[in-house]
């Protein structure tokens, strides 16, 4: 009898625990406007954000990262404004049919770093040491052909 009661009572638990759970999915999907809203006012809602807040809302929770890896119109205004600074890199990528998400992935760092190069935030470095190791990006001969060309314009 003994076992009998145990295992009434761990099924009663284990319907506790279920139920618990079955609410807390209840609640977080209440609180859910992706799986509340329609894909387009979701996608509207997330185009508003700026790179650095897209890559973190994809990280709150598996319904926002799937609605945001998956849509790359969310990618392409931000990978044009790198566009600006990598133009050549991003039409090779656009060519080589990667989406606007992997290459604003493959080309935003970059785009950064170039920036700065071409805008003289270098142009006074007295010795390799001076340069911020940390965020420097490795970069083809065309791209410090460019940087070059900016330095003797100088």
Same mark, same amino acid.
């Given at each position: 009898?003994?076992?009998?009661?145990?295992?009434n009572?761990s099924?009663?638990?284990?319907?506790? &625990?279920?139920?618990?759970?079955? =609410?807390? =999915?209840?609640?977080?999907?209440?609180?859910?406007? &992706?799986?509340? $809203?329609?894909?387009?006012?979701?996608?509207?809602?997330?185009?508003?954000?700026?790179?650095? @807040? $897209?890559?973190?809302?994809?990280?709150? !929770?598996?319904?926002?990262?799937?609605?945001?890896?998956k849509?790359?119109? $969310?990618?392409? @205004?931000? !990978?044009?404004?790198?566009?600006? &600074?990598?133009q050549?890199?991003?039409?090779?990528? $656009?060519? @080589?049919?990667? @989406?606007?998400?992997?290459?604003?992935?493959?080309?935003?760092?970059k785009?950064?770093?170039?920036?700065?190069? +071409?805008?003289?935030?270098y142009?006074?470095? !007295?010795?390799? &040491?001076?340069?911020?190791?940390k965020?420097?990006?490795?970069?083809?001969?065309?791209?410090?052909?460019?940087?070059?060309?900016?330095? +003797?314009?100088?």
């Amino acid at each position: 009898m003994k076992k009998n009661s145990k295992n009434n009572n761990s099924s009663a638990s284990d319907i506790d &625990v279920n139920f618990v759970n079955a =609410e807390q =999915e209840r609640n977080e999907s209440q609180n859910n406007f &992706v799986k509340l $809203l329609p894909l387009e006012v979701t996608l509207k809602i997330f185009s508003q954000l700026d790179i650095r @807040s $897209l890559c973190r809302a994809s990280m709150t !929770c598996k319904s926002w990262n799937y609605v945001i890896r998956k849509n790359d119109s $969310l990618w392409k @205004s931000h !990978c044009l404004t790198v566009r600006a &600074v990598c133009q050549r890199e991003i039409d090779d990528d $656009l060519e @080589s049919g990667y @989406s606007w998400r992997v290459i604003l992935l493959r080309n935003y760092q970059k785009s950064k770093v170039k920036h700065e190069w +071409l805008s003289g935030r270098y142009s006074n470095i !007295c010795s390799p &040491v001076s340069l911020p190791e940390k965020i420097m990006y490795p970069m083809d001969a065309d791209t410090w052909g460019e940087i070059l060309e900016a330095e +003797l314009e100088r």
